[in-house]
């Protein structure tokens, strides 16, 4: 097993793959089962490998391609998969529990029984996957992931009863109609963020692509829906779109600048767009200023009532104090400088500085013995 990271050469990769295969092909009696986990595989090609059973495990496949590649039963525990290339490969059975497989290209893969619990599938394309039963997704947070609408219902059908709520289900949901997208906004922020969803209509407008734009309220969540007036190639403009606007609240002045390069003709256009950006920012910093204010408001009174019930244990326990010594002077004591002895006595336990006072006057009040 390689140490975290490990870089490999090609010479030693090549080598362990002809023995995977001689190990794959005799039926596991020779040549030896590949063990990569913790490798550092990044950005190279393996498009086509037969890596079925291979030891993967906190690998490093982050912008590999791995299409076609044979993967079924495959350990990917905690391999970082992010923008990995992984079209039309084959998962059956593969363990992926806690990968990382952030904008993944899985479309048309097997997957087949594959185990996704705790993965992470931000924005990772699912369209058109093979998959005749669901294997373990429970926990996956799969924000912003694109797929199919009969893969979703099978997630929700297959997997509600027996996980409930383990699966974060704010998925994006591609089919021949256009593009429905769940979130779940905090409340404090909600209306600003829908609102920024509308403006989604004058983004595409800007572009040239026409769309009917929809925003809902379902629950807790919110249904954001997208057809293009032209489907076809109009839908995959419309989710490259959705997907930089989607970023755009969190973009630097320096990206802003490369989609003016790359997306954006007229100039207008992107002043809109900047000025919609910041208009959201500012709205949910304020949202965000007024809910910091009430919880500030409210600690400050929580304060308050600490203080004041504080003041009136401190009373409690010198009336009883007061009492205590007063039972004792009218039982025990009857002559006047045992009444100041008693004063004296209570001034100096009680810690009310309201009845301290009182005290000390009455004390200063009695005639000299």
């Not at 791995?66 to 490969?89: I, Q, V």
């Not at 490369?258 to 959201?280: D, G």
């Not at 045992?338 to 209570?346: H, I």
Request: charged share 30%; net charge neutral.
């Amino acid at each position: 097993m390689f140490d975290k990271l490990t870089h490999i050469n090609k010479n030693e990769l090549q080598e362990i793959l002809k023995k995977h295969e001689e190990w794959l092909e005799s039926g596991y009696k020779k040549g030896e089962r590949a063990n990569l986990s913790g490798a550092k595989l990044s950005y190279i090609n393996l498009s086509g490998a037969n890596l079925s059973g291979a030891k993967l495990r906190e690998a490093n496949l982050s912008g590999t391609d791995l299409s076609k590649a044979k993967l079924s039963d495959a350990d990917l525990r905690e391999a970082d998969l992010s923008k990995a290339k992984l079209s039309d490969a084959y998962l059956r059975k593969a363990n992926l529990i806690e990968a990382n497989l952030t904008e993944a290209d899985l479309r048309e893969a097997d997957i087949h029984n594959a185990t996704f619990s705790n993965a992470n599938l931000e924005r990772a394309n699912f369209q058109q996957v093979k998959c005749i039963s669901i294997g373990n997704w429970a926990g996956a947070q799969c924000h912003g992931t694109i797929m199919d609408g009969y893969l979703y219902q099978k997630l929700q059908n297959d997997l509600k009863e027996k996980y409930k709520d383990t699966l974060v289900v704010n998925n994006v949901i591609v089919d021949q109609e256009g593009v429905n997208a769940f979130f779940e906004f905090p409340e404090d922020i909600r209306t600003a963020c829908e609102e920024y969803l509308m403006y989604f209509r004058q983004f595409l407008k800007d572009q040239a692509l026409t769309a009917e734009v929809m925003v809902k309220n379902e629950g807790k969540s919110t249904l954001f829906s997208v057809k293009p007036s032209d489907r076809g190639e109009a839908l995959e403009k419309v989710q490259e779109a959705l997907g930089i606007y989607l970023n755009l609240p969190q973009a630097s002045e320096s990206d802003l600048k490369v989609l003016e390069e790359t997306n954006f003709k007229q100039h207008m256009a992107l002043v809109r767009l900047k000025q919609k950006c910041q208009m959201f920012k500012s709205q949910a910093e304020v949202f965000q200023s007024e809910a910091n204010t009430l919880k500030e408001l409210v600690k400050t009174k929580e304060e308050v009532v600490r203080a004041k019930q504080q003041t009136i244990d401190i009373v409690q326990h010198d009336l009883k104090l007061i009492l205590s010594y007063s039972l004792q002077y009218v039982k025990i004591h009857g002559k006047q400088q045992n009444r100041q002895s008693f004063l004296a006595t209570v001034a100096q336990k009680v810690a009310a500085p309201a009845l301290k006072r009182i005290v000390d006057k009455s004390l200063k009040a009695l005639p000299e013995a």
